[in-house]
């Protein structure tokens, strides 16, 4: 996924500031799969725009209509589902939606994000057509590693489907180019040709900006007319490949058949009900034909599960695509304001309490650390604002972010009221402790709470459905270990002869974290089950009070990728666990087909750091704080050593809270976008646990060690 400009140089900026500053510091109805018989006739329509806000209901009032009454009859006695219209870009063209249909594997024409290019000419040869630029299509997606397999549509059907429009040409042509049976144009479409083949694939043009409405009315117009031609028992499907408009919206899929009577689509590769996505079409056509769908196939098909009325659903379908736009539209500005907000607040503490006498290093300790507890609570407010309907509200931006904010609020009032005076570091913990539960049990149970919300996960822009997203990978990784190491702290002190407490309340944190991010059936994250483990091992090890050799620690670094591979081999071996990303790459290894995806990840990590001007600065900031941390004397600090000393295990855990997003960014196609999104998290983190661990208000003990020891030391009379 991509982050914008504008929110890497807001993590830019914060970060440096932070920097600057730190020398004084010193969370439906089940899925009901179609079990119909192979359908005799197969009927896809497709117009390329199409949106559930096009569509509504006919007028009840005297003189009114609906511009699409057809759609409307169709949804009411079908299925009814929004389509994710993502190919290579986020510009999805008609083009190249079509030709997804053709290979079942995303696909795109000669076009750059900015507009789409011509469409590629359909030459009439006799009863079919030709396409003179197929072979270079062909040629020119071989960059994009995506394997698609030209002609699979018309290899179910040999010399037997008809193509009716340009893009249906498309969608039936073999991979010479050819296509057996062609028509321009939806009027010339009878009843006879619907019945000739088991195949009829329909362009119905593409739905602008300008002139919508007559558009959308003339295609509804010839829909009526191919729906009141269909054979008897035929499988309708209605959908929306591309789209000439930009920004992208979540656009119409609608079946009107056997088995999917008055339903809502479900396919197992977006795991949310009511979304399929591009490249579920074609094994789903495949799978009504009776014919084989290739092992291979990266989409799923496409099935039903039970709805209640069809306004409500509709309304719920467009108020899915409203939020979408929400997303993108205040995505850049929130990250501003949160890291912007954190480096202000931090900086004017800094400045309100500026000096080395232990007054005032005291008060801006105090300070800092009630700025990092409400600075810690934003991503787990901005989840739960998904509770909250706010996409279908008049002011859904409005709403989602109030309600963010008051939530966050509530949940840092609480921490702080919950710890005064006791444990310098509990608000924290517990705050982290929370995060990582709410998104655990929200991946266990489908991810609602991350769709749409800040942190979370863009259908749109991300395309991941499910699972702990890209922006959300630091904030969640952070959040466990914190919270493993606070449990891991809490339980030394109650029980200071025995270690085993600490480590088996560690290991429960560690293995609810893993498990929920990286199970196949959960979240299936692979960057996240490689990053975490090793980070969680090495935290067990600094409890446990082992030493560690070079050797032991590679072991270590490795062990994320050991569990990688064996949930990988899981998913792909064992089908109850559900289809995933990680059981696919394991089949496609298996049968030595996975070089590809690895050019495409790794070509996408490379790629993050040139996304602007700011993602080179990223590794800087990374590296200067991993050496403040590890080297605080270098940089003439005074808090880092002094908190070390006060709390033994500070320095272990602050090393595993900077390893993990660093881990993460060499093991998720994100690349470097990984450290960036936690910094707004995780700088203001560090640093109020530090001011807390160093100057508590009661000068807790921990082990033999006293935060006064930090005074005598020689680093920290530097």
Not at 11 to 37: D, N
Not at 67 to 92: E, F, H, I, K, M
Not at 244 to 257: I, R
Request: one cysteine or more; hydrophobic letters at 50%.
């Amino acid at each position: 996924m991509r982050i914008r400009p504008g929110a890497v140089g807001a993590f830019v900026l914060m970060a440096l500031g932070a920097l600057l500053l730190a020398p004084p510091a010193r969370a439906a109805s089940p899925v009901v799969a179609s079990t119909a018989a192979p359908a005799r006739h197969v009927v896809v329509v497709g117009l390329s725009g199409l949106r559930w806000s096009d569509v509504s209901a006919p007028g009840t009032s005297p003189g009114t209509s609906s511009a699409t009454p057809t759609l409307w009859r169709l949804a009411g006695q079908g299925s009814v589902g929004s389509l994710v219209d993502y190919a290579v870009l986020p510009r999805t063209c008609p083009a190249d939606g079509w030709l997804t249909l053709n290979a079942g594997a995303r696909a795109q024409s000669d076009h750059t994000n900015a507009s789409c290019g011509a469409f590629p000419v359909v030459k009439r040869a006799g009863t079919g057509a030709q396409i003179p630029a197929m072979s270079s299509l062909e040629s020119y997606n071989t960059r994009f590693h995506n394997d698609p397999q030209w002609g699979l549509l018309a290899r179910a059907t040999p010399g037997c489907a008809t193509a009716v429009g340009p893009g249906a040409a498309l969608a039936l042509a073999d991979q010479a180019g050819h296509v057996a049976s062609y028509l321009p144009a939806a009027s010339d479409l009878t009843a006879s040709v619907l019945a000739r083949c088991p195949l009829t694939v329909v362009d119905l043009g593409a739905l602008g900006s300008t002139e919508r409405a007559s558009a959308l009315a003339t295609a509804d117009a010839e829909l009526a007319r191919i729906a009141a031609a269909l054979p008897v028992g035929s499988t309708l499907l209605v959908t929306a490949p591309g789209s000439v408009t930009y920004p992208p919206h979540l656009q119409v899929a609608l079946v009107d058949g056997p088995g999917y009577r008055a339903g809502l689509l479900d396919a197992a590769s977006t795991r949310q009900p009511g979304m399929v996505v591009l490249t579920d079409l074609t094994p789903t056509v495949l799978g009504w034909l009776g014919a084989a769908v290739p092992a291979s196939a990266v989409g799923a098909p496409i099935t039903r599960a039970d709805r209640g009325a069809l306004a409500p659903a509709v309304t719920s379908l467009a108020g899915r695509d409203t939020a979408e736009q929400v997303w993108r539209d205040t995505h850049d500005e929130f990250f501003w304001a949160y890291a912007l907000a954190d480096a202000a607040a931090m900086a004017a503490i800094g400045l309100a309490f500026w000096g080395a006498a232990e007054g005032k290093r005291r008060q801006r300790a105090r300070w800092w650390r009630v700025a990092g507890v409400f600075a810690v609570s934003v991503p787990a407010g901005t989840f739960l604002a998904n509770l909250v309907p706010w996409s279908t509200s008049a002011h859904p931006a409005a709403v989602l972010y109030g309600a963010a904010v008051a939530i966050a609020l509530v949940i840092g009032g609480a921490a702080l009221l919950g710890f005064r005076g006791r444990d310098p570091l509990g608000p924290f913990g517990v705050i982290c402790l929370f995060t990582l539960a709410v998104l655990g049990l929200d991946v266990m149970t489908g991810s609602r709470l991350q769709q749409e919300t800040p942190f979370g996960l863009s259908v749109l822009e991300a395309g991941r459905f499910y699972g702990i997203g890209n922006e959300a990978l630091g904030i969640y990784g952070v959040s466990g270990l914190m919270a493993a190491g606070w449990v891991a702290l809490v339980l030394l002190r109650r029980y200071p002869s025995s270690k085993r407490p600490a480590l088996l309340g560690l290991a429960a944190v560690a293995i609810f974290a893993v498990f929920a991010s990286g199970w196949p059936g959960f979240g299936g994250k692979v960057g996240g089950t490689i990053a975490m483990v090793p980070c969680f091992v090495f935290l067990a090890a600094a409890v446990a009070g082992a030493r560690l050799s070079w050797r032991r620690a590679l072991l270590i670094l490795a062990s994320g990728l050991v569990l990688f591979a064996v949930f990988a081999l899981i998913s792909y071996l064992v089908p109850a666990t559900g289809k995933s990303d990680i059981g696919s790459f394991a089949g496609s290894s298996l049968h030595g087909h996975s070089g590809g995806l690895l050019l495409r990840k790794i070509n996408s990590n490379i790629g993050s750091l040139s996304v602007n001007a700011f993602s080179p600065l990223i590794p800087i900031v990374v590296v200067v704080t991993g050496l403040m941390l590890w080297r605080p004397a270098w940089f003439r600090l005074r808090t880092v050593p002094r908190a070390y000393a006060a709390e033994p295990l500070m320095r272990p855990l602050l090393g595993v809270l900077w390893l993990m997003p660093v881990l993460g960014w060499l093991a998720d196609d994100s690349g470097v976008i990984v450290p960036a999104a936690v910094l707004p998290f995780a700088l203001p983190l560090g640093i109020a646990i530090l001011a807390a661990a160093a100057y508590p208000r009661d000068q807790a003990r921990y082990g033999e060690t006293s935060a006064r020891v930090a005074d005598s030391s020689p680093v920290s009379r530097k």
